[in-house]
């Protein structure tokens, strides 16, 4: 039997996000993780995910922010190159920002906060690549700074490391996030 979580325990709202009254932040869906050393594990079935969560929450009126990480000039994170533009099935339309960080927490060193906060919505839906760093950070900077984080499960995804599967870490950084720091759903298709 599952122990209850420390959310749980101290008596955290559980309830899913609402589109519409939402914002959602979509990070890291650049192409370095769709092929070559960076290559995600089941990354085409959670850009998809990303990508029908995007349409559904532009129909509903949710903010929108983009996030693309930049190691800078010829990293496998370029952001003037490809391989670290952010992939076009999810690609910012205008209106929509585009926040560029350095670190795995999309809120360190940007101006992450005050969108989300100039948007309105105490609660972030965060989607993106990769679950165990950049997605788990993110979501909990959310939470500490008083966002009600939600992570849809199926729109992110990550990479096999040292001697643990993809489906392990993916796991195991949803799990994290649920024990502390906000929602997770099995799917977006759950957030209307």
Same mark, same amino acid.
């Given at each position: ?42 990354? &085409?079935? !959670?850009? *998809? %995910? ?11 009126? +949710? @903010?929108?922010?983009? =996030? ?32 560029? &960080?350095? !670190?795995? *927490? %999309? ?11 100039? +948007? @309105?919505?105490?609660? =972030? ?50 799990? +994290? ?16």
């Amino acid at each position: 039997m599952a122990s209850k979580t420390l959310r749980e325990l101290a008596g955290a709202d559980s309830s899913t996000a609402s589109l519409a009254s939402s914002t959602l932040v979509l990070i890291d869906y650049q192409n370095t993780y769709t092929r070559g050393a960076m290559e995600l594990d089941g990354w &085409k079935p !959670a850009l *998809d %995910a990303a990508s029908d969560l995007l349409s559904r929450a532009r129909a509903a009126g +949710a @903010g929108i922010i983009h =996030v693309q990480h930049d190691d800078g000039e010829g990293s496998l994170y370029d952001i003037r190159q490809d391989i670290g533009g952010i992939h076009p099935s999810v690609a910012p339309i205008e209106g929509e920002p585009v926040v560029v &960080k350095q !670190a795995p *927490d %999309a809120f360190h060193g940007t101006d992450l906060g005050k969108l989300v906060d100039e +948007a @309105g919505n105490d609660t =972030v839906i965060i989607a993106g690549f990769m679950t165990h760093m950049c997605v788990a950070y993110t979501s909990a900077s959310a939470a500490l700074r008083g966002n009600k984080p939600t992570v849809p499960a199926d729109t992110c995804a990550t990479r096999s490391i040292v001697d643990v599967s993809a489906d392990e870490l993916h796991r195991s950084a949803l799990a +994290a996030i649920a024990d502390a720091y906000g929602v997770v759903v099995a799917s977006g298709s759950e957030l209307v």
